[in-house]
């Protein structure tokens, strides 16, 4: 197993070190960011999704032993575990909230203007999504994402297939796609 | 590496051979120059021209000092709990010597012999107060 990048900054932290703590914030924070943005669709809701990474981060740095996964890998794993948190709970709050009647008229913010990948992407099984952020815009190998998602290598293939070609039938469905 | 291949990597992956695995991007870069490479990488780099629209804002200052804030309280906290773990630690290692001191003492120290024994539980101040049994009685 190669060396892990961030063993030392973490077991500064670990230790109390202010410049290491701003180090790592620097390092991690876009990263951080970005995942949960892309995951959740949501600027808010990704900034707390970030906050609470770091509390967590803070909490187990002093403990934090390298096992099978790096620790960029371990943080990826926390900041995803807290997005399914937060969708799991707007799935329940649409299930609560479901009418007993169905309003056939279209919904106030349907529209005939194209969604974008953005949208697109939020339509896609979470799996999928996920698998695709962490390869395209994470920029994690192959062999990092697999293990970030805890699955194979041939897995995590057959799931990013799966989810370019959702992407792009959405995408051509919405005109976006040719 | 074959056409059927290079399309389920570039299906994957997408249109850049930067992304693909390690192992086969040599192999896949020699395919990647023949004509049907060509056109498997123009149809994977359409969807990856979208994707790359997507970006994400930089994380703002007040995020950042937030959680930098946080980080400071923790650390605070746990200096905190960490000099009580201390005192704790050294109470619990002084009252261990203390334990083991009376124990070594309680040891060490030959029992006081007291001047006379009670031999009988009926035996009170003014004598023996049991049943007088004389031998002859019996």
Redesign the interface.
């Known amino acids: 197993m190669s060396a892990d990048p961030d063993e030392e900054l973490v077991r500064r932290v670990g230790a109390?070190d202010?410049a290491a703590?701003?180090t790592l914030?620097?390092r991690k924070?876009?990263r951080i960011?970005?995942l949960a943005?892309?995951m959740l669709g949501d600027?808010a809701e990704a900034?707390d999704v970030?906050?609470e990474t770091?509390?967590r981060i803070?909490?187990h740095a002093?403990s934090w032993r390298r096992g099978n996964a790096r620790f960029d890998s371990w943080i990826h794993r926390v900041t995803l575990n807290l997005c399914y948190d937060r969708l799991r709970r707007r799935r329940e709050l649409v299930t609560d909230d479901l009418p007993e009647m169905v309003d056939p008229a279209p919904l106030p913010d349907a529209s005939e203007e194209p969604r974008?990948?953005?949208q697109a992407?939020q339509s896609i099984a979470p799996r999928q999504r996920e698998a695709?952020i962490l390869?395209?815009?994470q920029?994690m190998?192959?062999i990092e994402a697999a293990a970030t998602l805890e699955i194979s290598?041939d897995a995590?293939?057959?799931l990013?297939?799966r989810g370019?070609?959702a992407?792009?039938m959405i995408?051509v469905r919405d005109g976006?796609?040719? | 590496m074959d056409a059927r291949r290079f399309a389920?990597?570039a299906?994957?992956?997408?249109g850049d051979l930067r992304?693909w695995?390690?192992a086969e991007r040599a192999a896949a870069s020699s395919f990647a120059s023949s004509e049907t490479g060509q056109a498997i990488l123009r149809h994977a780099g359409?969807?990856d021209a979208?994707?790359d629209?997507?970006g994400?804002?930089?994380?703002g200052k007040a995020?950042?000092d937030?959680?930098?804030r946080?980080?400071?309280r923790?650390?605070v906290r746990?200096?905190r709990q960490r000099f009580w773990w201390l005192g704790l630690g050294l109470a619990g290692i002084g009252l261990a010597g203390a334990v083991a001191g009376l124990a070594l003492v309680t040891v060490v120290t030959p029992e006081v012999q007291p001047d006379h024994y009670v031999l009988d539980a009926n035996a009170t101040s003014f004598g023996d107060a049991g049943p007088d049994t004389i031998e002859e009685d019996l």
């Open positions: 109390g202010p703590v701003q914030v620097a924070l876009p960011l970005s943005a892309r600027a900034e970030a906050q770091f509390v803070w909490r002093s974008g990948i953005e992407l695709i390869v395209y815009y920029e190998s192959n290598v995590l293939e057959s990013l297939a370019r070609r992407l792009q995408l976006v796609h040719d | 389920a990597l299906e994957a992956y997408g992304r695995p390690q359409t969807l979208m994707l629209g997507y994400i804002r930089h994380p995020l950042h937030t959680i930098l946080t980080a400071n923790h650390m746990r200096r």
